[in-house]
């Protein structure tokens, strides 16, 4: 009976996980076209383009990482794959730091991945 209930709330953090990633992907290109467009409108000076052509690829870089690795965890998750819930533990810790929607996504990650129960499902494979 502990075993179904466990199993959606994994399934419920699988969703999101892939949902919150797809979002961060989205993101990561508006982020890159936003930051070469701002780059254009700069003019001559080139300490700002500098910085912008430096945060033009490296934002778009960290946001696409931390959101495949999301996707590809969430979707472990999903299939039951004992890696998965390594990786998701891992971009829910980090999604922490993104207060107020990533320490509530984290916290109740952490929460569902760490329980004896949800080890025992993954233990399993």
């Known amino acids: 009976m502990e075993d179904s209930k466990m199993k959606k709330h994994v399934a419920v953090v ?3 996980q892939i ?4 979002l961060g992907l989205i993101i990561a290109v508006v982020i890159f076209f936003v930051m070469n467009f701002a780059r ?3 003019g001559g000076d080139e300490t ?4 912008l052509r430096f ?3 490296s934002l778009p870089i960290l946001f696409g990482f ?3 690795l999301g996707l590809v965890g969430g979707i472990g998750l999903l299939a039951y794959k004992p890696w998965a819930r390594y ?3 891992v971009v829910a810790a980090l999604g922490c ?3 107020p929607i990533g320490t509530l996504k984290g916290v109740y990650t952490l929460w569902v991945l760490l329980q004896d129960d949800t080890v025992k499902l993954f233990g399993n494979k």
């Open 97 to 99: 730091l993104n207060i």
């Open 40 to 42: 254009s409108q700069v």
């Open 14 to 16: 699988g969703a999101i």
């Open 87 to 89: 990786i998701v533990m």
């Open 19 to 22: 949902g919150f990633a797809i």
């Open 55 to 57: 945060l033009s690829v």
């Open 66 to 68: 931390l959101a495949t």
């Open 48 to 51: 700002a383009e500098v910085v």
